[in-house]
């Protein structure tokens, strides 16, 4: 099934709320104006607007219209292939295009130092108009490098920055703070980290960076977490990252189950007194993980180094080093290796094309269900999984993402897996939003005092 990387991102760039106001004018956002130069003119309305007619007397496209033609090509594909590219809305073309309001995209190109590249929108579109929708079911709008790269910051290496939804650096640098310092630096990527490289105040996150480790009550990052790290926690020895918060870890024997895969804190886990024989939340506590040759029932279960190995019949193994045998369980190769073809490896396999599926199907196996379905769980074990009814706005999505941990969990919207695994559609900047932190419920991706953050409150203050 596709990543979660490309819907991440997506989501982070195209705003979807339900204001239908026109997007302000580069004037009034404090942008750059481009300027065609053949047999054009330009007017000044009486609201102050300068407008730029073409020689047919048609408007030249703006930002955010390249923006909304690109929406609209992928939702074209999306409903010729009956499958999800920008979201899970079984509906016509306009129910998925109004759904991602591109219009709002303004929000972002108010941002200083953050433009829009016109070229990379027409490649965007070329791409999803000759992909299979086998590729566009695997990959959303990962298909072509263009199509996550079409809003960019154009400040260069060594300026300061202030970060934002959509970083103010170029492609290719960071904007990395020091001592968490307003503004940082705009700085080429140091090699990835790996597991447990980053020291005891820092953890590798999935952007293959160090990250500082919030301290206890402080905020904590949820998507910079990576789950085939086993070992690394966003937070300090002692605490553990819920809800996107710093909160303690569980003592000896607490209930466990749902509580964060780092609860139990070091030298612990949740694990289930008799692994054979798991039927209910309260079979699980925190204990001592288990040891090499012990049943399991995930990775995290296993002691520091092992993994859950469920071709063995779920038990606990060492882990994998670079050219050693592996096979498809979580962890089953040290961080950042992935097992490809049945070894481990430093390259990362693309999950290019997966297959259409139609509702009832089975999909244990990965491929796409249609639009308006996800992939669910038939029983409390998820040993058979079908294509079924996907939940609305509004309700749980939880149960769904033990089949398929996937923001497209819902027919509608997206499945908030930072915040309560409810089904919500991102709303605006200043409307409310249920839980302060990360949440898909918002546009730019964070809730501060029950209201969404705009785009702008998302850079660093100085």
Known sequence: MRSVLPILFLTALLPACT????????????????????????????????????????????DVDRVCDLIRAACERQVACGHAVVNNNPGDVDACVAQQQCESTSDVLALPNVELDPDAIQTCIAALEATSCGELAAQGLGVDEACQHYLVGTLGAGESCHGGSVSDCAPGLSCVFTDDTCPGTCTAPAPACSEGSCGPAAFCGSNGECQRRAELG???????????NLSDDPCAVGAHCADSVCVADLAA??????EGLHACGPGAACVCADPD????????TCGPPRAAGEPCNMAFDCAEGLYCDFEQGGRCAARKGLGEA????????????????????????????????????????????????????????????HCAAAPGLGESCEAQLKADYTPFACSQGLCDVFAGNVCVLPAAAGEPCPVDGFTFACVSLICVGGECASAGETLCQE
């Open 19 to 62: 204001d239908t106001t026109p997007a302000a004018s580069a004037t009034e956002s404090g942008g750059d104006t481009a300027t065609e130069t053949s047999d054009d003119s330009t007017s000044t309305g009486s609201d102050g607007e300068t407008s730029t007619n073409t020689s047919d007397g048609q408007d030249p496209p703006g």
């Open 218 to 228: 402080a905020a904590c990052d949820e998507t910079l977490i990576d789950f085939t």
């Open 253 to 258: 024997d607490a209930a466990c189950w749902g």
């Open 277 to 284: 024989a798991c039927e209910t939340d309260a079979d699980f």
């Open 326 to 385: 592996c096979d498809d369980s979580v962890g089953a190769c040290l961080h950042p290796l992935t097992c490809v073809d049945g070894a481990c490896d430093d390259e990362a396999p693309i999950v290019t094309e997966v297959p259409l599926l139609a509702e009832g199907e089975r999909c244990d196996e990965g491929g796409s269900c249609p639009l308006g379905s996800t992939c669910t769980c038939d029983d409390a074990n998820c040993t058979d999984q």
